[in-house]
């Protein structure tokens, strides 16, 4: 048999549904004239089949290509046809990823005639066939992010993607959309209420909806967007180096706005517009302004004083070193190396720069030069380094 297929929608799962609509109705009518089979291969609409792994892909098929009705003929086929069709419309609306996620119910009949059974399947759906299309089959966590990331940046109200059932994991998920979010400063003006429903199955695949609830309409979303870079635009104008001094300017800009609040919003939009924002918030900012200045930054994240914080890590030619916008420091005191916060701050340092202190360095130079080595002992373990968990917002 030759069968269309649409990669992204070809789907084996479990997710049962409080109710199918599914009815199994038996129907045998009177022999009818035979005639001879020669169109039902070129419409799509009928479709033939000889066992009950065709006959099952048959009716999983009708679902793919969004019809309401199909016909399968079964030829030369040795099973018994009504239980065969019960199950298999059973298995596709309750153990199929894509039947549990796109139908309410599924019906049948079929009839002989003379050498071969007509099957007529009818189907409810619940779902559009624009949404049934729109499925994405995503393969491990890296397309996972990059599809998530594509839909918060166009503001999309709804994704629905066919993964392996090893990252189909709400909590999962969920991080990889904050992620996502936090990743793309320059889009990260509304964090959207998120709902992530896994449809589940036996086999190894699943189908993923997760749905988007935004405060905002998506062009207002979009007239923020470009408020943000024409913003961050103004601000970096001008003669701004991509050495300490650059970075100052950029540190003194942002930091003059004074809106830092521990209950402010973390959207970058509220950071350079002078509402109330968090400290992840404000160091977004300031990495969308060191992006568009070409100074390498980044945001960390951690914490000050045993409670979860975030900043920035600057490197330029002279070395790393970290920013806190919320401290409001002056030229000389705004730059801080990995010992000046080991009192207050904690963070992974293995993910991040090592900001080592330009006298340390030279220290450490000069030892070189003069054939010292530090002794360790043989039997020393690795370095201790503290691992801060990415933050989990509802």
Same mark, same amino acid.
């Given at each position: 048999?030759?069968?269309?297929?649409?990669?992204?929608?070809?789907? #084996?799962?479990?997710?049962?549904?409080?109710? #199918?609509?599914?009815?199994?109705?038996? %129907?045998?009518?009177?022999?009818?004239?035979?005639?001879?089979?020669?169109?039902?291969?070129?419409?799509? %609409?009928?479709?033939?089949?000889?066992?009950?792994? !065709?006959?099952?892909?048959?009716?999983?098929?009708?679902?793919?290509?969004?019809?309401? !009705?199909?016909?399968?003929?079964?030829?030369?086929?040795?099973?018994?046809?009504?239980? =065969?069709?019960?199950?298999?419309?059973?298995?596709?609306?309750?153990?199929?990823?894509?039947?549990?996620?796109?139908?309410?119910?599924?019906?049948?009949?079929?009839? @002989?005639?003379?050498?071969?059974?007509?099957?007529?399947?009818?189907?409810?759906?619940?779902? $559009?066939?624009?949404?049934?299309? %729109?499925?994405?089959?995503?393969?491990?966590?890296?397309?996972?992010?990059?599809?998530?990331?594509?839909?918060?940046?166009?503001?999309?109200?709804?994704?629905?993607?066919?993964?392996?059932?090893?990252?189909?994991?709400?909590?999962?998920?969920?991080?990889?959309?904050?992620?996502?979010?936090?990743?793309?400063?320059?889009?990260?003006?509304?964090?959207?209420?998120?709902?992530? $429903?896994?449809?589940?199955?036996?086999?190894?695949?699943?189908?993923?909806?997760?749905?988007?609830?935004?405060?905002?309409?998506?062009?207002?979303?979009?007239?923020?967007?470009?408020?943000?870079?024409?913003?961050? +635009?103004?601000?970096?104008?001008?003669?701004?180096?991509?050495?300490?001094?650059?970075?100052?300017?950029?540190? %003194?800009?942002?930091?003059?706005?004074?809106?830092?609040?521990?209950?402010?919003?973390?959207?970058?939009?509220?950071?350079?517009?002078?509402?109330?924002?968090?400290?992840?918030?404000?160091?977004?900012?300031?990495?969308?302004? #060191?992006?568009?200045?070409?100074?390498?930054?980044?945001?960390?994240?951690?914490?000050?004083? =045993?409670?979860? @914080?975030?900043?920035?890590?600057?490197? $330029?030619?002279?070395?790393?070193?970290?920013?806190?916008?919320?401290?409001?420091?002056?030229?000389?005191?705004?730059? @801080?190396?990995?010992?000046?916060?080991?009192?207050?701050?904690?963070?992974?340092?293995?993910?991040?720069?090592? #900001?080592? +202190?330009?006298?340390?360095?030279?220290?450490?130079? =000069?030892?070189?030069?003069?054939?010292?080595?530090?002794?360790?002992?043989?039997?020393?373990?690795?370095? !201790?380094?503290?691992?801060?968990?990415?933050?989990?917002?509802?």
């Amino acid at each position: 048999m030759n069968r269309r297929t649409i990669p992204a929608l070809l789907l #084996c799962g479990l997710l049962p549904l409080t109710s #199918c609509g599914y009815v199994a109705s038996r %129907s045998y009518s009177s022999v009818v004239p035979y005639v001879e089979q020669t169109a039902d291969t070129e419409d799509v %609409s009928i479709l033939r089949a000889t066992t009950y792994a !065709e006959l099952l892909n048959c009716i999983q098929y009708f679902v793919t290509m969004g019809e309401t !009705e199909g016909t399968v003929r079964l030829y030369q086929y040795t099973g018994d046809v009504g239980e =065969d069709l019960e199950t298999a419309c059973q298995e596709v609306v309750q153990d199929d990823p894509l039947g549990t996620y796109a139908l309410s119910g599924i019906s049948y009949t079929y009839q @002989h005639i003379v050498t071969y059974y007509e099957c007529t399947v009818t189907y409810t759906y619940r779902r $559009t066939f624009d949404q049934i299309a %729109s499925i994405r089959t995503v393969n491990g966590t890296t397309e996972i992010r990059a599809a998530i990331a594509g839909a918060l940046q166009s503001w999309e109200e709804e994704l629905v993607l066919e993964m392996s059932s090893y990252y189909a994991d709400q909590n999962a998920i969920l991080s990889l959309v904050q992620e996502a979010y936090y990743q793309n400063p320059s889009y990260a003006v509304e964090y959207p209420s998120v709902l992530v $429903t896994v449809y589940h199955s036996t086999g190894t695949k699943r189908v993923v909806e997760i749905t988007f609830q935004w405060g905002n309409t998506q062009e207002e979303l979009q007239r923020m967007a470009e408020e943000v870079r024409s913003t961050a +635009a103004a601000m970096t104008s001008g003669s701004v180096s991509q050495d300490e001094t650059g970075v100052w300017l950029l540190y %003194s800009r942002l930091a003059a706005l004074g809106n830092h609040s521990e209950t402010g919003s973390d959207s970058v939009y509220d950071a350079l517009t002078g509402e109330d924002a968090s400290s992840h918030a404000l160091a977004m900012a300031f990495e969308v302004l #060191c992006d568009l200045a070409g100074i390498s930054c980044e945001t960390v994240y951690g914490t000050r004083d =045993d409670v979860p @914080h975030w900043w920035n890590i600057v490197t $330029t030619e002279g070395g790393s070193f970290h920013v806190d916008i919320t401290e409001g420091a002056d030229e000389e005191t705004f730059r @801080h190396y990995d010992e000046d916060l080991s009192q207050r701050y904690s963070w992974d340092t293995q993910s991040y720069p090592a #900001c080592t +202190a330009p006298e340390e360095e030279d220290a450490e130079a =000069d030892a070189e030069q003069e054939g010292e080595t530090s002794a360790v002992s043989s039997d020393a373990g690795p370095e !201790e380094t503290e691992t801060v968990p990415f933050p989990f917002l509802p």
